[in-house]
C-alpha cells in the first residue's frame, strides 16, 4: 500500500464518520439558522480538506469482474411515474433526447445513439450510500468532460445541474422533482460519466434508465439517475430550495466526497 493509497483511506474512515454524525443531526439542527451555518461551514472544511490532500484527478478503486455483486441494490425512485417519462419509457427510450444548454456555447440535444457514439469510458466500482450499504457494479456511459467540451462551457460556468425525470416528493412549491449538482472538477474528472449501461446490459429503469451520472468520488445520492437535462450554471442558489440538489435541500451535505 502507498502513502498515497494510505492517506486517501484514512481520510474516506473520517469524512465517514463525520458525514454520519452529520446526517444523524440533520432533524435536530437544519430547523436552526444556527445550526445550518454550522452545517455549511463544516462542509467547506470537509470538501477544501480532501481537494488539499487529494490529487483532483486521483482515480476511486477500480474492481474486477469477480468484485461485482450479485444483487446491486436499487435506490431512491426505482420505477418514476412522472408522465415525460412514462411515455419514453413506453417507446424503449426510443424518443429520448438529453438536452445540455445553459452557460454553454453550442447547446445539444442528444440521442443515446448519440450518446454511444462519443468518447466512453468502462469501469467497475464501488457505490457507496449514506445508508450504509456498499455494492460494485460495472458502468458504461459518456465521459462528462468531453461532452461539455462539445457543448462549449462559457467562462462564467461554475456548476454543472443535473435535471431528472422523477418526481421524488410531491410539494407545494415544486422542488419535489430530483435533481443534483457537481462543480467543474468533478465534472471533469476521468471517471465521471454518464451511464447507458451497468454490467453490459442497458440500464435497468430501477437503476436510472436511460442515463445516469456516475461520480465516483462522491456518495450515492450525488449519482442522479433519469438525467434529462444538463445545465452549466454560475451558481444554484436559485434551483430548487437553493442547495444544489434534492437531498441537500433537506439537509444533506452539497459535497459528498469519499
Not at 498515497?4 to 439558522?33: E, K, M, Q
Not at 480532501?50 to 436499487?74: C, M, N
Not at 426510443?94 to 454553454?104: E, I, P, Q, S, T
Request: glycine residues 10%; charged residues 25%.
Amino acid at each position: 500500500m502507498t502513502f498515497s493509497t494510505h492517506r486517501r483511506g484514512w481520510l474516506r474512515a473520517g469524512l465517514a464518520s463525520a458525514g454520519a454524525l452529520v446526517l444523524a443531526a440533520c432533524d435536530r439542527i437544519t430547523n436552526s439558522s444556527r445550526g445550518v451555518a454550522v452545517l455549511q461551514s463544516a462542509e467547506g472544511l470537509t470538501r477544501r480538506a480532501q481537494r488539499l490532500v487529494i490529487d483532483r484527478k486521483a482515480l476511486a478503486r477500480e474492481f474486477t469482474p469477480a468484485d461485482i455483486s450479485g444483487d446491486f441494490r436499487p435506490n431512491g425512485s426505482i420505477d418514476p411515474q412522472d408522465p415525460d417519462y412514462l411515455a419514453l419509457k413506453a417507446k424503449a427510450f426510443a424518443d429520448y433526447r438529453l438536452v445540455v444548454d445553459g452557460l454553454v456555447e453550442r447547446p445539444l440535444s442528444l440521442s443515446l445513439a448519440d450518446l454511444r457514439g462519443m468518447p466512453a469510458r468502462t469501469q467497475i466500482t464501488r457505490h457507496d450510500c449514506v445508508e450504509g450499504w456498499s455494492s460494485i457494479g460495472k458502468w458504461t456511459g459518456a465521459r462528462l468532460g468531453p461532452l461539455l467540451d462539445r457543448a462549449g462551457l462559457k467562462p462564467t460556468a461554475r456548476y454543472i445541474v443535473f435535471h431528472c425525470g422523477d418526481t421524488l416528493e410531491q410539494t407545494l412549491d415544486g422542488s419535489g422533482q430530483y435533481y443534483e449538482s457537481i462543480d467543474l472538477i468533478d465534472a471533469y474528472h476521468p471517471q465521471t460519466i454518464l451511464a447507458y449501461a451497468m454490467n453490459d446490459q442497458p440500464l435497468p429503469v430501477a437503476h436510472g434508465a436511460p442515463l445516469r451520472l456516475r461520480v465516483e468520488r462522491q456518495l450515492g445520492y450525488k449519482h442522479a439517475k433519469y438525467v434529462m437535462r444538463i445545465e452549466a450554471v454560475d451558481d444554484y442558489r436559485h434551483l430548487g430550495r437553493g442547495n444544489g440538489g434534492f437531498w441537500e435541500d433537506r439537509g444533506y451535505e452539497w459535497y459528498a466526497g469519499i
